[in-house]
């Protein structure tokens, strides 16, 4: 019984040794990017950062503008109130709540449309990324590319986010 347990040992030893060196022949490289750092660096992720900020100023000004006339037809409103008929001051009521009507719904909306631009935006410069980290895996050999946030430990030599960087600046021609 002894031998046969010897013998099956042995026969499992020599099996995940020469196993082992199989998988170990194929062992690829693998890379990780950074994509937070891909917006914050490259050329495209400022003009997206820049693009965005710009359309979000333009939107929170057009608010601004929108509740400063609001505030001045509540100032007017009281100011004339005791000299006005009741029913200027019902007809002034209503229009005023018109406004802000309009001024919630006219936030709601460019709430949505920013955020649909911001979505779209970063999902067309996500894929930009993707798209060249693809062809740089394909180029250098690399099994697996993954993002950052995906990954709970990798050390800093697989970075490749630099490399990726560098690539996207070269063929960036200024358009998103």
């Given at each position: 019984m002894k031998k046969i347990a010897g013998v099956f040992a042995s026969v499992i030893f020599c099996l995940l040794v020469f196993s082992a060196s199989a998988f170990g022949a194929d062992v690829g490289r693998i890379?990780?990017?950074?994509f937070q750092r891909v917006l914050l660096e490259s050329e495209a992720g400022k003009s997206v950062q820049a693009e965005i900020q710009q359309k979000g100023r333009s939107m929170e000004?057009?608010?601004?503008?929108?509740?400063?006339?609001i505030e001045s037809m509540m100032r007017q409103m009281q100011?004339?109130?005791?000299?006005?008929s009741a029913e200027r001051r019902e007809q002034q009521q209503r229009e005023l709540e018109i406004r802000r009507y309009d001024f919630q719904t006219m936030q709601k909306k460019y709430q949505s449309e920013f955020r649909e631009m911001e979505?779209?935006?970063?999902?067309?410069?996500?894929?930009?990324?993707f798209?060249?980290?693809?062809?740089?895996?394909?180029?250098?050999?690399?099994?697996?590319?993954?993002?950052?946030?995906?990954?709970?430990y990798f050390p800093s030599t697989i970075d490749i986010t630099d490399k990726l960087i560098q690539a996207y600046n070269e063929q960036f021609d200024g358009e998103l």
């Open positions: 890379g990780i990017i950074d000004s057009d608010l601004m503008k929108m509740g400063e006339e100011r004339d109130s005791m000299v006005m979505v779209n935006m970063l999902d067309k410069l996500r894929d930009e990324v798209d060249i980290a693809e062809s740089i895996g394909q180029r250098e050999g690399y099994m697996l590319i993954i993002e950052r946030s995906a990954a709970i």
